[in-house]
Structure formats: structure tokens, C-alpha cells
């Protein structure tokens, strides 16, 4: 800030009214530092005292943390069909999501296994279906090779006398 700005703004303080309250103002800041060491020593151990609780308070749910995470681990790492063994201490909204997962997770295998059969069957329909026109094309091309004469073409026709 400008110096003449802050010696306007401090000549625009009021002065005090009287000596005796300089002097009043004076003695209670020599009083108050006693005051202050044994209410700061108080005042330190109360901190210290609620720091310490909110650092247990921290540790605790951190163990819970951790303990949650160990049990998501595990649920989301078993082998497939068998059920996954769920603390009590997950919340209820996460064992129902848990649960949910594990039934989706069968279901995608028993869905994935399904989806292999049906194209084994695709396969041995096309191999099937491919052997065949073989077939029949083989038949056609001998049939066109050797034409088979019809016994009914063969037979002479008689004129009848009219």
C-alpha cells in the first residue's frame, strides 16, 4: 500500500479517550501471557489429546478399509462355482451387488459354454450340408455322363389300323 494511504487510514483511527484505558489495555497484555502459558498448556494437551483420538478413529477405519478391500479381492478372485464367502461386515447394498456379480459371472460361463456347442453344430451342419451337394453333384455328372433311359421312352408305339 502507499505510505500516504496508510497514514491517512491511521489518522482516521479515533484516538483513545482517556490515558486510563491505555494504561487498563496495557496491564491486561501484561496479564494475559501468564494466563496464556497455562491455558496454552491445557489448551495443547486437549489438541493433542483429540488428535490422537481422530488418529485412532483414522486407523480404525482404515483397518476396516483394508479388511473390505481384502473381501472384494477375494469374491472377485474365487475360482468359478464355488460361492463366495462374504463377511458381515460389508455393508448390505455390497453383499447384494456381490451375490448379483457371482450369479452373472454363471451365467456368462453357462452362456460362453452354450455358444460353443451351437458353433460345433454349425460347423458339423455346414461340413454336412457341403458333403452333400458333393454328393449330388458327383450323381448329376454321372447322370449327364450315362443318361439313364426311361423304359416307357423305349417302348415302340403300335399304330392301330383305323
Do not use: W
Not at 93 to 100: G, I, M, R, W
Amino acid at each position: 500500500m502507499n505510505t500516504r494511504v496508510k497514514t491517512r487510514l491511521q489518522s482516521m483511527k479515533p484516538p483513545l479517550k482517556n490515558e486510563k484505558e491505555k494504561v487498563k489495555m496495557q496491564g491486561s497484555k501484561l496479564r494475559e501471557p501468564a494466563k496464556t502459558i497455562t491455558n496454552g498448556r491445557a489448551s495443547s494437551r486437549e489438541r493433542k489429546l483429540a488428535l490422537q483420538q481422530d488418529v485412532d478413529k483414522l486407523k480404525k477405519k482404515l483397518r476396516h478399509e483394508e479388511n473390505v478391500h481384502r473381501a472384494l479381492q477375494r469374491a472377485f478372485t474365487r475360482p468359478l462355482g464355488a460361492l463366495p464367502r462374504l463377511p458381515p461386515y460389508l455393508p448390505p447394498y455390497t453383499l447384494e451387488l456381490l451375490a448379483e456379480v457371482a450369479v452373472l459371472e454363471e451365467e456368462v460361463v453357462r452362456l460362453e459354454e452354450q455358444l460353443v456347442h451351437f458353433r460345433k453344430d454349425l460347423y458339423q451342419e455346414a461340413v454336412n450340408i457341403s458333403t452333400s451337394k458333393r454328393k449330388m453333384e458327383t450323381s448329376a455328372d454321372l447322370c449327364d455322363s450315362y443318361p439313364i433311359k426311361n423304359p416307357k421312352q423305349e417302348q415302340p408305339k403300335l399304330k392301330l389300323k383305323e
